[in-house]
């Protein structure tokens, strides 16, 4: 193993990310040492890096990221499931690391809510052991805690990096919280990576049509090319609301609404348009508002009236994301995940940070 591995850094908001090297430490009790074959970049690196969320600097930017085990540390023979761990093996972890000791943790068991949680990538310092902390990097320093995977049989890297976070995120939210049944009619609002892998898991679980309404063209032509919705709605076309919930209701049975809306535009304008457009008795889940963009006017009158659920989700926990790299065969023989991907080396990372902020790609992955 080389001495040391190049990371991306964000040294200030809103200023280019600097390839930097770290040395590799020797892997402690419990930790282990990944060579980072692909990582993703996701629209929350964008927000982070203009200073939207409150995080500390420097710091080695990418919470997505598949690679291989370097270096096992004492004590480390097996992956999260119980599967035996070698040097050499394929692997995906979980971005985050909960406490497991605290109310929300071991009482509630909602791990993603938990308030000490570790996260590569989002708040783990370059500037303190063990520095190579993020997943824009050669190589990463998995912790003690870690939730490490074996790739499963008929996994590849190139399916876990084409959906990253958002893959995970839609299991939570869509299989976990909020559950599709078969032949139900689904609306999905936006088109980017939450949405697209939100509106497979609604085709995966069995709904009878699935009605995205997002933007811009670009992205609602590539999820029709590859099977994923069966409506597509241009909000930038359709720019009149309520020209755009004639149109999304007119696909729903007998104009009655969607049995399921899934927020997954991140505009909080959406949430009130999603409410709009679900039927009476219906379920509404608000998954896309990852950045807080501040409070939006709604019409409670119509939850009540309606009679409607509504459902949040925050990020994933080891079970979800267990549960993503599960289901990633069924979903690769059925749509075509490569067409998500856009490869850069390392050493263009800015050159990704701005296709992806300009909507430009759907998956920008840098390649080690
Ligand atoms: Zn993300
Ligand atoms: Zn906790």
């Known amino acids: 193993m080389a001495a040391t591995a190049r990371g991306a850094v964000l040294h200030a908001f809103h200023e280019p990310l600097v390839v930097e090297s770290a040395p590799l430490p020797e892997p402690e009790p419990g930790a282990v040492i990944a060579r980072i074959d692909l990582a993703g970049i996701c629209g ?7 200073g939207h969320l409150p995080i500390p600097t420097p710091l080695i930017l990418g919470h997505e990221a598949v690679g291989h085990v370097a270096a096992l540390g004492p004590g480390v023979e097996r992956d999260f499931t119980g599967a035996p761990l070698a040097v050499g093996d394929a692997i995906a972890w979980t ?11 071991v009482v509630e068991g909602e791990r993603t809510l938990c308030d000490t949680r570790r996260v590569y990538g989002i708040n783990q310092r370059f500037d303190q052991f063990p520095r190579l902390s993020g997943g824009f990097a050669e190589a990463i320093y998995l912790q003690p805690g870690s939730a ?11 399916m876990v990096i084409a959906l990253g976070c958002a893959g995970p995120t839609a299991y939570h939210g869509v299989i976990d919280v909020t559950g599709i ?27 009878a049509r699935v009605i995205i309404v997002g933007g811009p063209q670009s992205r609602l032509d590539l999820a029709r090319e590859m099977g994923v ?15 755009r919930r004639a149109m999304a209701l007119a696909e729903t049975p007998v104009g009655r609404g969607a049995d399921v809306v899934l927020e997954c535009a ?3 304008e959406a949430v009130a348009e999603g409410i709009d457009l679900a039927r009476r008795n219906g379920r509404m889940l608000v998954l896309g508002q990852y950045t807080d963009r501040g409070p939006t006017p709604i019409n409670p009158h119509l939850i009540t009236k309606k009679q409607l659920t509504l459902h949040g989700s925050w990020a994933f926990a080891e079970r979800h994301y267990l549960g993503h790299l599960n289901a990633l065969p069924a979903i690769a023989a059925r749509f075509d995940l490569e067409r998500l991907i856009a490869r850069y080396p390392l050493d263009r990372v800015n050159d990704a940070m701005a296709d992806m902020a300009g909507g430009r790609v759907m998956k920008p992955v840098l390649t080690m």
């Open 148 to 158: 490490i995977f074996k790739l499963p049989a008929g996994v590849t890297p190139e």
């Open 229 to 243: 919705g069966d409506v597509h709605i241009d909000i930038f076309t359709v720019d009149d609301p309520a020209a």
């Open 181 to 207: 049944k078969a032949g139900e009619t689904v609306v999905v609002q936006g088109s980017g990576p939450v949405g697209i892998a939100s509106a497979i898991y609604a085709h995966l679980s069995g709904a």
């Open 266 to 268: 991140g505009v909080p």
């Open 44 to 50: 929350t690196d964008i927000h982070l890096s203009h």
């Open 95 to 105: 971005s985050s690391i909960p406490c497991g000791r605290c109310h929300w943790c």
